[in-house]
């Protein structure tokens, strides 16, 4: 088969090594390369940027001339320094016209719409090319993958990032999406995810893209309905036929019940989420390879990725330029708005410590020194094991995303995570808030089990839990003799109901479910009365 997209034909022309090089060499490089990579194109970013409406907003009438004026001179910027004009995408404040806008999630019920020039797209284009070599293979220099593979996605369509970037994606190299990218699609999100399966039992997948909690949820359901699944027409097809029986004859092998891997044995899975490392075997267990994380956003599609062993991210150097707020800055500015911390480069990060991320966009477009909000953790300054000698990261939470307790622990959504996957409970979704009784603090989980037991029980699960992963947390009880978590057991569907109440009333995607840390009271009343509704009619 011939195919026509303008990356194809490397792999006809490049030997193996040399397409290593082009799409993982960033993991060849020592972090002063790194450096100079990242300078070349700062000092080139602000060439184009500074004469633009915004440019000039941010920079000033004078135009930095070194990497050290620039963070010097330049405040930090958040999305509101940009407004009206990102907003309304007015191009003529912008250096250079934009290849396409996309936008946030949507966090606080509002979505941010930013631009990416050409330029900036092929580089995220080979980026993505770059994580689908990174996650289908486990050893240097192997491409076990070309064009023409079949990708199952579970991601949301443009102008979502993912969406955006997939599309994007499309017209570089030539794969096969399933199901198709139909902008034009009116299905409800389930259904394009269940209408992605059909097609997939037809013709197969080598590689599944989807936010990891969304592949374990999957794989659940998949477990559980398999018990109990009876033929229909549409399986009579022979090739959906034909895998359904070497699936079901490979569970009855190993004694066990079908799984997604037994339908779908993938080449590589692709994920992103913080919860990735902590459902790591499970989505291992049930889709048959061992996932590979990236760290993706609106403002930059793609910012890091793992390695081939798929332990700890790396940023790319072509990327954005990164700076990094040390954890203790971004606390004084809590504490203070108005005082401005400051930034260490990727050459002055510290193993083991905590930084917010903050970005300037490359490649003409308006972001600079804008504050991510996220905190990321460098987890070590090389890998032993493979030989990158490159810092690497995981990403820990959102700025101000954490429960305070007692003045003493900081708990945010990855702790609160990784301590309820090791109570063993079975759940179908959770959200965790801040309590008040009298003068002392409590956190308060909101929590739908599929198992059965009392709040007593999974309040004490999650308190010896909490005291295994967070330092700080377990000296709440030995200075202040404190047992904080309060739990509150929802019925069965309660998290459903609350999914179809926001669609019902034209909620986005993003804003479909609670989230997990410091829901607002508004959304942990509806939780309730929702509740109370299911209790009141059983």
């Known amino acids: 088969m011939k195919y026509t997209h303008p990356e194809d034909d490397y792999f006809d022309k490049l030997t193996e090594p040399e397409l290593w090089k082009r799409y993982c060499g960033f993991l060849d490089l020592t972090v002063q390369e790194f450096m100079e990579i990242q300078e070349n194109l700062l000092l080139d970013q602000i060439d184009r940027v500074w004469p633009s409406v915004l440019g000039k907003r941010i920079m000033g009438n004078e135009k930095p001339m070194s990497m050290t004026d620039f963070r010097s001179r330049v405040p930090f910027t958040s999305y509101e320094d940009y407004e009206p004009h990102l907003s309304n995408k007015d191009e003529d404040a912008l250096a250079c016209k934009p290849g396409f806008w996309c936008h946030s999630s949507g966090r606080m019920g509002q979505f941010k719409w930013f631009p990416h020039s050409p330029e900036f797209i092929e580089r995220a284009n080979k980026a993505c090319v770059s994580i689908v070599a990174l996650a289908s293979t486990k050893e240097r220099g192997k491409m076990n993958f070309a064009p023409g593979f079949h990708m199952l996605l579970v991601l949301p369509k443009a102008p979502y990032m993912s969406g955006a970037t997939i599309d994007s994606m499309a017209k570089y190299i030539s794969f096969r999406a399933i199901p198709p990218r139909d902008n034009e699609s009116t299905l409800p999100f389930q259904q394009q995810v269940a209408a992605g399966f059909q ?105 890091a990725m793992h390695g081939w062993n798929k332990n700890g991210l790396y940023f790319l150097p072509d990327i954005a330029f990164y700076e990094f707020i040390p954890e203790k800055e971004v606390q004084k500015w809590q504490a203070d708005p108005s005082y401005q911390p400051s930034t260490v480069l990727y050459d002055e990060v510290e193993e083991g410590q905590l930084y917010e991320v903050v970005i300037t966009q490359l490649y003409g477009m308006p972001l600079l020194r804008y504050r991510m909000k996220d905190i990321v953790k460098f987890t070590g300054m090389a890998d032993k094991e493979t030989g990158v000698r490159l810092p690497h990261i995981r990403f820990q939470r959102r ?16 702790t609160l995570w990784q301590a309820l996957a090791n109570t063993g409970l079975r759940y179908a979704d959770w959200a965790a808030t801040k309590e008040y009784d009298g003068d002392s603090t409590y956190l308060r989980l909101h929590i739908e089990l599929k198992d059965g037991a009392s709040s007593e029980r999974v309040a004490e699960l999650m308190d010896q839990n909490l005291k295994l992963i967070d330092v700080d947390y377990r000296d709440l009880e030995s200075y202040l003799g404190l047992n904080p978590v309060k739990v509150t057991l929802l019925p069965p569907g309660t998290f459903d109901r609350y999914t179809d109440r926001q669609r019902a009333a034209g909620a986005d995607l993003a804003h479909l479910k609670p989230p997990h840390v410091n829901a607002s009271q508004d959304t942990v009343r509806a939780l309730e009365e929702l509740s109370q509704d299911i209790t009141n009619a059983s």
């Open 399 to 414: 700025v101000g995303e954490t429960i305070d307790l007692a003045a003493l622990a900081r708990l945010d959504e990855r």
């Open 199 to 303: 097609i997939a039992l037809k013709e197969g997948v080598d590689i599944i893209t989807a936010i990891a909690s969304v592949l374990v949820k999957m794989g659940e359901q998949f477990e559980e309905q398999a018990r109990r699944t009876k033929f229909t027409v549409s399986m009579l097809h022979p090739a959906v036929l034909s895998r359904l029986i070497r699936a079901k004859l490979r569970a009855r092998r190993e004694h066990r019940p079908m799984l997604p891997r037994d339908l779908w044995p993938s080449k590589a899975l692709v994920t992103s989420g913080m919860d990735t490392s902590i459902y790591k075997q499970a989505i291992t267990r049930y889709w048959g390879a061992e996932p590979c994380e990236f760290y993706g956003c609106a403002e930059g599609l793609i910012i």
